[in-house]
């Protein structure tokens, strides 16, 4: 007996936002190798992402393994991005806080100007 050997797609999607989601789920690739670097195994990963299918996980390990340097660029970038989006998130907070500032003074001027 023989085995037909065939090259399988891995099972990754890029979004159009660049994100790389697992399989079917819409989990992300860097979530995945955060859980599987932190050290859980493939079957503990799909017992906490139970959208994941477990074969989908072994072969997106297996694609980090053989394609480590171009994925931990990606994943390089992802943070940076990531890092971005706080920075941004943390300035849109305070512009908003000082706007909640500005509108309770001239909520109190116009309460004294009104008296």
Request: hydrophobic residues 40%; proline residues 4%.
């Amino acid at each position: 007996m023989s085995i037909a050997i065939q090259a399988d797609t891995p099972p990754l999607r890029v979004e159009s936002d660049g994100a790389i989601r697992v399989g079917n789920s819409r989990v992300l690739l860097e979530i995945l190798l955060a859980s599987y670097q932190a050290g859980l195994t493939p079957e503990e990963i799909v017992r906490d992402f139970p959208t994941l299918a477990l074969p989908d996980v072994y072969a997106a390990i297996a694609y980090y393994l053989r394609h480590k340097e171009s994925v931990d660029e990606y994943l390089h970038e992802r943070a940076m991005k990531g890092d971005e989006m706080q920075e941004r998130a943390k300035t849109l907070n305070s512009k908003s806080v000082k706007l909640a500032e500005i509108r309770s003074k001239l909520a109190a001027r116009r309460a004294e100007e009104g008296n």
